[in-house]
């Protein structure tokens, strides 16, 4: 099956930093790739859509200046997290569309912990 | 808009015993319909959809889940559980009708405990 994988599985950082997160996917062509975020024991909350080759579109009251996404390719999308904070210490997971659109495969996650 | 309640915080169940979690939805059009699985620290894995045809979806690892038009429900079903089926469940859908790009919405999730 397709595989989508994200790098770094986990990051800790200090405040103020900037933290990138990378989603591949391994063995297809997202051309819609998508980025969540999870707070312990609750749903995900989709921050951002990501086309390749165009501006990612965000979610109401996702900060676009705060959480860049970049979808340069059609098998990598990556998310920035400037100038970090610890009310950003969260699971963010990405998913990437294969085919049609009722087909996504998710990424293991990244655990950013900010100090 | 599109929405999804899955009404269960937990449920607790044997193992051996059927195991049914619970979800409604909300759309202003035709529904896609999705469960996933999560275990800790990990990202979702895709158990089964509902697209169109058949109200009865077989999906991964035993799991089934009847869609219902009538009552907008899409609960998940196992006919018997496993310790290594606790998890956390989560349902989804995607309004078809107004959605190209395949944006999921998805319910609080349910923890599942299978006790052995």
């Known amino acids: 099956g397709a595989v989508v994988s994200q790098h770094p599985s986990r990051v800790i950082c200090k405040s103020g930093t900037s933290v990138k997160i990378e989603c591949r996917s391994l063995d297809f062509q997202a051309t819609t790739m998508f980025w969540y975020r999870q707070f312990p024991k609750q749903s995900l909350m989709l921050m951002a859509t990501s086309n390749e080759g165009s501006k990612a579109t965000y979610e109401q009251g996702v900060e676009k200046d705060k959480f860049l996404i970049n979808h340069a390719s059609l098998t990598l999308s990556t998310l920035t997290v400037t100038s970090a904070h610890p009310e950003d210490s969260s699971f963010y997971i990405c998913?990437?569309?294969?085919?049609?659109?009722?087909?996504?495969?998710f990424g293991p996650g990244t655990r950013l912990t900010v100090l | 808009a599109q929405s999804v309640a899955q009404p269960e915080d937990q449920v607790n169940v044997a193992e051996g015993n059927p195991l049914t979690v619970k979800c409604t939805y909300s759309v202003s059009g035709n529904p896609y319909l999705f469960w996933y699985v999560q275990y800790p620290n990990r990202g979702l894995q895709f158990l089964l959809k509902?697209?169109?045809?058949?109200?009865l979806v077989k999906g991964s690892y035993g799991f089934e889940a009847e869609f219902n038009k009538s009552q907008t429900s899409f609960h998940l079903k196992k006919p018997s559980a496993l310790v290594s089926d606790s998890a956390l469940y989560f349902c989804?859908?995607?309004?078809?009708?107004?959605?190209?790009?395949?944006?999921?919405?998805f319910g609080a999730g349910t923890q599942v405990v299978v006790t052995p």
């Open positions: 998913s990437a569309r294969a085919g049609g659109p009722d087909t996504q495969y």
């Open positions: 989804a859908v995607r309004d078809m009708t107004t959605d190209s790009w395949g944006k999921l919405q």
């Open positions: 509902y697209i169109t045809g058949d109200n």
